[in-house]
């Protein structure tokens, strides 16, 4: 299994940005799907977005057109830039793995592989 470690989190002001990181190892990153998922105090935990090995993604619509997921085969590395942040958006970011899969599946955190940590995100209004 991939192992995942987030960073990049912190506290931005609303309308503000801020990018997340996840760099993935010990697995053979091309062969991931990845994804964003996020939870807020006393919520449960949401699908936010994902990409494939080859690029597609998708994303929930609370943030669509503000976020955008890239990833870097190379650097084994995933990334989330968040733009035009709410206060809603405060949450612990997670990176998640899933392999050899690109399907209705990606929306359910119980299907995927591997976790990161997560980070905060805290955006003040």
């Known amino acids: 299994q991939v192992v995942l470690v987030e960073s990049g989190g912190g506290l931005v002001q609303a309308g503000g940005s801020l990018r997340v990181s996840c760099a993935a190892s010990?697995?053979?990153?091309?062969?991931?799907?990845m994804a964003w998922f996020r939870q807020a105090p006393g919520k449960e935990r949401e699908f936010v977005t994902a990409?494939?090995?080859?690029?597609?993604?998708l994303y929930a619509d609370s943030v669509k057109g503000r976020f955008i997921i890239s990833r870097d085969n190379v650097k084994n590395t995933v990334y989330l830039q968040m733009n035009s942040l709410k206060p809603e958006d405060t949450a612990v970011y997670y990176c998640?793995?899933?392999?050899?899969?690109?399907?209705?599946?990606?929306?359910?955190?119980?299907?995927?592989?591997?976790w990161g940590q997560g980070t905060q995100v805290t955006v003040s209004s």
């Open positions: 998640a793995a899933i392999r050899l899969y690109w399907g209705y599946r990606i929306f359910r955190d119980s299907e995927y592989e591997s």
């Open positions: 010990g697995g053979t990153f091309n062969d991931y799907t």
């Open positions: 990409i494939s090995w080859s690029g597609g993604s």
